[in-house]
């Protein structure tokens, strides 16, 4: 009998092509995601006279600096429209397909990648993008690179790993009603810290996992970089491959048949163990957002900003203090008493068809006392969202309703959080000066961030919610 | 690859927790190609107020450290962002080393990959090592990858570093050029694994 196995044992061994003496694996990787930021690798592999290796297993995506509004007038800005043409052209030169600008299946890379059937179980991914945790979802490993490894992937198809520990965070029982995927992710960093999955492959698992939508599966994978891990998955179900059938680019028929016979093997083994364990009860779990300038700076609606005065550690004791002077706030504030300036939904967070349904359910018949800007994930979720109407729920209550791209999340297409600014976001990063310089994030659910709209606050969505479908 | 083996030189302290890599690199400079320019604006946003003037009291500031290769951090250095240009700007400001008690895991990896050293040492070690450069910033501080030891005087302290990135840094290899001795590998996996993963083939050309 061999050894029982992690669900990520099992993926590592798959792609393990060789392995030095000191331990360092050389892996085939199954797909590689590439946006406008890639340019730098593609100038790697010009300066070395190479060619891309398999230009078939390659996708580009134009999001991180695609405009989200008055698409038809082109991008203004020239240094941003040279970022989009670069791709095409680096596409184009390399025979690598691409979502462009205009494309009508064009969106986030991590909601267009398995919305298009592309990231699938088993697979091996990576993206020069943090956030490719996010494909995890499918029980894929899924991790992000820098530069110079999105360049050796482009002229090899392979990469260079060491192999992460492994930590299975187990979420059990059942959530309340208004609790999203957000809050699970967001509760997971504030208990293991922003650094607590550092050098760990996590595994999620639970009755609290299980019960999550593929959307939702994503929203906390894309988050596990939040929490330091080298990569997010969930093992693939029932919910996984109901996604994934009748998707463009996954098998089709008797191939998806045999596909799924596999893919059900890609499970922890029952007496499989992890280098950690870290457990939470999902049903104690309360809408959470952040406070501070790291995500693990998250604490539940109902409680107030930390007092430095009573912190022991002097580090964290300065480190809170200039924390809540960049922030805005004060110690011991109540969360529901901080006033926000605008709000954003969207990136490859929470922008998915359920995200949006989520805000929907609390903003429909309500006026959002701040403006806001409502991104979603790709252009075929914008089309979904449209035709479910839910675009017109957005616009009465008085928020803007645009085209996909990574947006207010990073701001570098100009969708920007001004200086001195506070914003509720859906996003996933709430460092300091992320949404723009000097600008002000909390992090929150999509329902959360809707809350905070129409009440002009920080707000719990629970009594929202009253008498209404969700 | 550029080799690092020992490194002597003036260190800068950075004493603050969680630089993530956007305050590295600001994500409003990520268009710019590899070049010096990148060196001019690390750290961009801590470093210099909102019309752009030097924060006279920020340590990469200060005469004394303008001319440092080492910087010492606090905990978890370089989360965040994959962007590997965190590592160019760092390097391009005349940094090969940065000292902390830990690093994100994607900036640990870019940082190999530029023979630049991201030396792991204890909290306390980080904190001790950034007090006494900052009572005498003129002594320099060794940082020996062989040993994996930072002298500072008559202060030595050990650091941490898995063996796969010591190994890479000591020789100086060149990722692609390695992954080329295993080509008949690599060809041999790609044909074997289509009969046995003939699903993970992208169904649409």
Known sequence: MSNPQTLFDKLWSTHEIARREDGAALLWVDRHYVHEGSFLSFTQIQDRGRAVAEPELTFGIADHYVPTRARQRGIADPTIAAMVTTLEANAANNRISLFGLGDPRQGIVHVVGPEQGLTLPGLLVVCGDSHTSTHGAFGAYAFGIGASEVAHVLMTQTLWQKKPKRMRITVSGKTAAGIGAKDIALSVIAQIHADGARGHAVEFTGTAISALSMEGRMTLCNMSIEAGGRCGMVAPDAVTFSYLKDRPFAPKGAAFDRAVEAWSQLVSDRDATFDREVTLDGGAIAPVVTWGTTPDDASPIDSAVPDPARETDPVRAKYLRDALVYMGITPGQKLTDIAIDRIFIGSCTNSRIEDLRAAAAVLAGRKSKVPGLISPGSSIVKRQAEDEGLDRIFRDAGLEWVESGCSMCVGVNGDLVPPGERCASTTNRNFRGRQGQGSRTHLMSPAMVAAAAVCGHLADVRPLLAGREV | ?205
């Open chain 2, 1 to 205: 690859m550029e080799k690092f083996v020992r490194l002597t030189a003036i260190a800068c302290p950075l004493p603050i927790a969680n630089v993530d890599t956007d305050q590295i690199m600001p994500a409003r400079y990520l268009k710019l190609p590899r070049s010096p320019e990148l060196g001019r604006v690390l750290l961009n946003d801590l470093r210099r107020d909102a019309d752009g003037n030097e924060k006279p009291d920020f340590p990469l500031n200060q005469p004394v450290w303008r001319d440092a290769k080492i910087l010492v951090a606090g905990r978890n250095f370089g989360g965040g962002s994959s962007r590997e240009a965190a590592v160019y700007a760092l390097y391009e400001a005349g940094f090969r080393c940065v000292i902390a008690p830990s690093f994100g895991d994607i900036f640990a990896q870019n940082a190999v990959k530029n023979g630049f050293l991201a030396a792991v040492v204890a909290e306390a070690d980080a904190a001790e090592l950034g007090a006494l450069i900052a009572a005498d910033p003129d002594m320099p501080v060794t940082v020996d990858l062989e040993q994996q030891a930072i002298t500072r005087g008559n202060r030595s302290f050990a650091f941490t570093i898995d063996p796969i990135s010591r190994n890479q840094l000591l020789n100086g290899w060149d990722d692609v050029d390695l992954t080329e001795s295993h080509r008949d590998h690599i060809a041999a996996f790609k044909a074997a694994d289509r009969e046995r993963r003939p699903w993970a083939q992208p169904a649409l050309k």
